[in-house]
């Protein structure tokens, strides 16, 4: 059941990074001339999947900076998908999409896997411009990874583990990717995810002028306030009757369905939606072991919130109890921490369903299912989803009745319209502590040293009151939290009149821009960078643009495209999408009216009220780098003028976690020994059979590729047959500590039987790894009695 596979990579990164016989392989893939092969796919594409969990016990959550959201089990695995595009007769040129189940790309995370890429496959095959790491931007996986300090607070410093898992995982996926490598076409449709997010500050994007509004009225949301089109890529054999191999689809959607109390490492909704459609192409699969790969990437998510039936207060014994919230400042009672977003299951989820009741587990479900019938609809499965009015993607003047024109005369493949054309990439390092430029008006402006607003403490209606420790009393917060305890002596000095000037109107928090020490708080110097494949383009953002900061990038990127000759005049099959949280975390990015009211997205605004504009400007002076006639090959080409990179932090790190000590079994008992079993009576479906076992900790061995537990299957020859693994949504691992002292701790196990399971005889298994006083790590095995459902 444990899947060996990168075993032994999982506590020496650096031996995975050196790995000289990796190396060997691929470097003969690499140079395999697939033009000798019969091709009749445009492109050369390849797709992979790969475990990144990190330790999912005793480590903080990253997304909601809440100290007390310690991983105590897990859900699902974290995943990262792989996409490459490369062009047949030019295979260099190609671009790597790595959409990866965690809260944000990292610059420490992409230097370190770039080095090994390069150590890997040669400096010119995936290189800092041709490579994007994406995070989906979920708030359930395992933290302490980002190398910047400010992301780092409520982790308590970096978990080397958790960067190391990452690491190793978006390694395994790119490897797995480029052995797949195989002639294929590309084909792009749009769908529409109803109902699939709501604007968690309205107040702010009303900000933005009601022309500029009412052009995207029925974009999706109240009056246009979110972008419910989802534009799709999708991947597909050479031949015609081939099957398709996945796909990359764009919808923006916080991470954020499941709550802040939840302590169980997942996926959120869009780990969610992946494995519900790679399962429902490859039912017999174990999660993260298909081959079809769907990635489900975020798009401009800023303002977004799946928490779709609105906000409201949870103020117990309060008259305004269960009413909505105080729309301008999302609080009751003058409190941020009571308002909460309430997602589309909200009532299933109060009334608590089974073993994941009450943390939004339902609702999460529910939005991962909206984003999967989007896409379907896109794909042309299903209705009418294809020619709603707009779309994610950005269509020329003509598109809507164009596209509705395409849909009926192609029929099939659900009016999915071919791409062709090449495969180019563009970045820069931009340091976006002093950008300057000029404005459309003329007047020459520039950006800001980071800085965070008040309002940024104050959290979101999807999970407030984040970073309280910086308006609670600093000594008991030190006490709860030694890191900051450390690094509070280091606490940003206060803004000068220049900065707090050039940052006006925002109220400086946190002057992260002038903090370095002990290391840099927040990024300075970001990734820019965009894909294009034929007529589709990606505008990668190392940050969260809000609704109407996206189309503002997006229109103004579409127009340089037309109007350098890259893009065909009115031509309304060409795309561009905004991508989200890649590569670089600067925060987020609202437009200057948004910023001027100062919400959570406008104090996290880092480089001031012209922070969107600076990036429209430098995205745009990169678009003629995307064209035809580039001189190349590959990395070859000439490159837009870039910044130096930033200066990697990692090796400065504090790290707080410490080692597990030991493990050990109570007294007359051993590891794995089953100490609350099974029933005897038969189980039925949508029951939760369980069992409790003698337990050590999962850090000691992370299991990557591998599974901690097991439901098992008697079949007709007398064989155990395992049906559901770990990251089975039905199956859930929780860890408990008994005794720090003795070492001791135990091991729960739960399946929440599906209406579908074949009715016969079943058994839970759970696989440990316990550390002795020595160090020596020991793999066990527990097995549960033997249990009937039927
Ligand atoms: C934090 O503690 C220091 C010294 O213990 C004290 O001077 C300061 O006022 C405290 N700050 C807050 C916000 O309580
Ligand atoms: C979307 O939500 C609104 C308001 O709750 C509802 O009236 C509408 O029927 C929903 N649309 C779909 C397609 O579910
Ligand atoms: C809330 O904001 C709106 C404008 O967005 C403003 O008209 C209104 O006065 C504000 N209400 C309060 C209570 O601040
Ligand atoms: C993963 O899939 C491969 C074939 O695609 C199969 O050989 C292997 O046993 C599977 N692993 C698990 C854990 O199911
Ligand atoms: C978790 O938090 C949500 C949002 O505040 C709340 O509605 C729910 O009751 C909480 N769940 C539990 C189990 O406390
Ligand atoms: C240009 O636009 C900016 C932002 O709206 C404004 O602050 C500035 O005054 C304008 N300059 C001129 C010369 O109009
Ligand atoms: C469970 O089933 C297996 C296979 O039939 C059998 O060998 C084993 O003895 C059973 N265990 C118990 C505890 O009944």
């Known amino acids: 059941m444990h899947i060996p596979l990168l075993s032994s990579l999982l506590l020496s990164p650096l031996d995975a990074l050196h790995s000289l016989s990796h190396q060997l392989v691929y470097a003969l893939f690499a140079s395999t001339p697939f033009v000798s092969q019969p091709m009749t796919g445009e492109y050369l594409l390849g797709l992979g999947i790969a475990d990144i969990t990190g330790p999912v016990v005793e480590t903080n959550m990253m997304g909601y900076a809440s100290l007390a959201q310690t991983a105590t089990g897990l859900h699902m695995r ?145 009056d246009g306030d979110q972008e419910w089109g989802v534009g799709v890529l999708r991947f597909g054999g050479a031949a015609e009757d081939e099957a398709e191999r996945g796909f990359l689809s764009f919808f923006g959607v916080h991470g954020t369905s499941i709550y802040e109390n939840n302590t169980l490492i997942s996926g959120d909704n869009k780990g969610m939606a992946a494995y519900l459609y790679e399962s429902s192409i490859e039912p017999h699969a174990m999660p993260g072991n298909t081959t079809y790969v769907a990635g489900f990437v975020q798009g401009a998510v800023g303002d977004t919130s799946p928490n779709t039936l609105g906000a409201f207060c949870e103020s117990p014994g309060q008259p305004y109890d269960g009413l909505p919230c105080v729309a301008n400042s999302s609080t009751c009672g003058g409190r941020a921490q009571e308002c909460h977003g309430r997602g589309p299951l909200f009532d299933k989820d109060l009334a608590g369903s089974g073993e994941l009741g009450g943390w939004g587990f339902e609702s999460n479900t529910e939005v991962g299912r909206r984003q999967v019938a989007g896409v379907r609809g896109a794909m042309g499965f299903s209705g009418s989803a294809s020619a709603s009015s707009d779309s994610g993607l950005q269509q020329g003047p003509t598109a809507k009745t164009e596209l509705k024109a395409k849909v009926k005369r192609q029929g099939g493949k659900g009016g999915m319209q071919p791409v062709h054309g090449p495969v180019r990439s563009a970045h820069a390092y931009v340091d976006m502590s002093g950008y300057e430029f000029s404005l459309a008006n003329g007047t020459r402006v520039r950006t800001c040293p980071a800085a965070m607003g008040f309002s940024f403490a104050g959290g979101t209606t999807d999970g407030p009151g984040a970073f309280d420790f910086v308006q609670g009393d600093n000594k008991t917060e030190g006490e709860q939290n030694p890191f900051w305890e450390l690094v509070k002596v280091f606490i940003t000095p206060p803004p000068s009149k220049e900065q707090a000037a050039c940052q006006a109107p925002k109220p400086i928090l946190l002057n992260t821009g002038f903090a370095h020490r002990p290391y840099e708080w927040a990024p300075s110097t970001v990734d820019v960078q965009m894909f294009r494949v034929g007529n589709f383009v990606m505008v990668i953002v190392p940050g969260e643009p809000t609704t109407m900061a996206g189309r503002r990038l997006r229109e103004t990127i579409h127009a340089r495209l037309v109007s350098s000759g890259i893009f065909g005049d009115q031509d309304d099959e060409t795309h561009v999408v905004i991508v989200g949280t890649a590569n670089t975390y600067a925060h987020y990015v609202t437009t200057r009216e948004e910023y001027a009211v100062q919400r959570y997205e406008g104090a996290s605004t880092l480089f001031g009220p012209h922070t969107l504009e600076a990036y429209i400007d430098k995205y745009t002076s990169m678009v003629p780098f995307l064209a035809n006639g580039v001189q190349g090959p590959g990395w070859e080409r000439p490159q837009p003028p870039s910044d130096a990179p930033p200066k990697e932090q990692i090796s400065k790190a504090i790290s707080m976690q410490t080692d597990v000590k030991f493990d050990a079994a109570p007294f007359r008992k051993q590891f794995g020994q089953a100490v609350e079993d099974v029933r005897s009576e038969p189980y039925r479906a949508g029951e939760t059979v369980w069992a409790r076992f003698v337990g050590a900790n999962p850090r000691n061995n992370l299991r990557l590729e591998g599974t901690f537990i097991a439901v098992e299957r008697l079949d007709a020859a007398g064989t155990w047959v395992m049906v559901k693994s770990d990251s089975h949504p039905s199956t859930v691992y929780r860890w408990k500590r008994e005794s720090t002292i003795l070492g001791t701790s135990s091991v729960r196990i739960s399946w929440t039987i599906e209406s579908n399971t074949p009715a016969g005889i079943y058994r839970l298994r759970y696989f440990g790894d316990s550390k002795s006083l020595g160090g020596k790590i020991s793999a066990f095995v527990g097995t549960s009695g033997n249990f009937t459902v039927g």
């Open 78 to 222: 974290q995943r990262a998908r792989a996409f490459i595009v490369a062009e047949v007769a030019s295979p260099a040129d190609r671009i790597l999409f790595i959409n990866a189940d965690i809260a944000m790309g990292d610059s420490g995370v992409r230097r370190a896997l770039l080095a090994a890429l390069a150590e890997e496959y040669g400096e010119g095959t995936y290189h800092a411009g041709n490579v994007a790491l994406v995070g989906t931007h979920q708030h359930s996986g395992v933290g302490g990874y980002l190398e910047n300090l400010l992301p780092q607070i409520t982790s308590r410093g970096l978990h080397p583990q958790t960067l190391s898992a990452i690491l190793s995982g978006t390694l395994l996926a790119t490897r797995r990717a480029h052995a797949s490598l195989a002639p294929g076409s590309l084909a792009l449709g749009t769908g529409r995810v109803e109902n699939g997010s709501i604007n968690r500050s309205p107040t702010a994007y009303r900000a933005n002028p009601a022309a500029e509004r009412a052009r995207y009225s029925d974009a999706g949301g109240e």
